[in-house]
């Protein structure tokens, strides 16, 4: 099972406790040489309510219990993940 799929099973909104969401993964450069090429190498899911549109960020690292290796960013370099 995706984590994706596990936060939806489990969603339930903070602010008006509607069980509906949407989610979609965000990439994002950071600063310095990154920023500069154009470099997406931050990966975030952003989980929206569908009843009243509150936004959770997660890191999909900390939720796999790890954090992506320089090979994986090497290879999102090359390949554009």
Known sequence: MSIEEMIERRFVCTKCRGTDCNIKEVSMSGAGLSKMFDIQHN??????????????????????????????????ILFGR
């Open 43 to 76: 990966h975030y899911l952003f989980v929206a309510c569908s009843s009243c549109g509150y936004v959770e960020v997660f890191d999909p690292d900390v939720l796999k219990g790890k954090k992506q290796g320089q090979v994986g960013t090497i290879l999102d």
